[in-house]
């Protein structure tokens, strides 16, 4: 079965990029009409969806986000990224990453999570 | 985009059924059926409950049910069990082709 796992730095400055990457196992990145997201979430507050990529690199972004996030997609490697710019303490969360089966937007995979904190 | 609107909290004894709601607008949940919802306990991720309105994913207990009135959804949790107290999210597509979550609802078990 699929299983993803998030990776990246856990201490972001302020004002600096916020870089993270999803590895998937278990199955092809590329396999079916499937999408990958990125969705976060502060300590003790509601999930946020960031936005999502199609294995063909195209993207959705959260239209609140937009400005400042890139996702992009290596299927060589099984993996999908996410790139937030000039982040602030508002930015810090729990990320996950996770599967869209086949677009039908909902997710059914999911990673275990990334804890980014954003601080001098 | 607007977070969905959803109970900050609900509560029910070990045997009721308690209802969440989860209210957007046309341009999301009364737009389309492809309304989600997630449980998640405490430092896990979220776990998918139900998909489009009212379909439950394998292996999900069929004490929890989906549906969907106008640009309101709902999740019923029947026969409530100790292990079910946990928080839950409905999400939505929207018009803008993104998705939104609603802010989540604690369901204590009493």
């Known amino acids: 079965q699929v299983q993803l796992q998030e990776s990246g730095p856990g201490l972001v400055k302020p004002s600096q990029t916020l870089s993270l990457t999803c590895t998937v196992s278990?199955?092809?990145?590329?396999?079916?009409?499937?999408?990958w997201s990125w969705i976060r979430q502060p300590a003790g507050k509601g999930l946020e969806w960031i936005g999502r990529?199609?294995?063909?690199?195209?993207?959705n972004y959260n239209p609140s986000l937009e400005s400042r996030v890139t996702i992009s997609v290596d299927t060589s490697k099984n993996q999908f990224s996410l790139k937030l710019t000039s982040v602030t303490a508002a930015d810090t969360a729990v990320y996950y990453c996770?599967?869209?089966?086949?677009?039908?937007?909902?997710?059914?995979?999911w990673g275990q999570g990334t804890l980014v904190t954003v601080s001098s | 985009q607007s977070a969905l609107t959803q109970p900050a909290s609900v509560s029910g004894s070990p045997g009721q059924s308690i209802t969440i709601s989860c209210t957007g607008t046309?341009?999301?949940?009364?737009?389309?059926?492809?309304v989600s919802w997630y449980q998640q306990h405490p430092g896990k991720a979220p776990k998918l409950m139900i998909y489009?309105?009212?379909n439950r994913p394998s292996g999900v207990s069929n004490r929890f049910s989906g549906s969907k009135s106008g640009n309101t959804a709902s999740l019923t949790v029947s026969g409530l069990q100790a292990e079910d107290e946990a928080d839950y999210y409905c999400?939505?597509?929207?018009?803008?082709?993104?998705?939104?979550f609603g802010g989540g609802t604690k369901l204590t078990v009493l």
């Open positions: 996770a599967r869209d089966w086949a677009t039908r937007n909902w997710f059914d995979t």
């Open positions: 278990g199955g092809s990145i590329s396999s079916g009409s499937n999408t």
């Open positions: 990529i199609y294995s063909s690199g195209s993207a």
């Open positions: 046309s341009s999301d949940v009364g737009g389309y059926n492809y």
């Open positions: 489009d309105v009212s």
């Open positions: 999400s939505s597509y929207t018009s803008s082709n993104s998705v939104v």
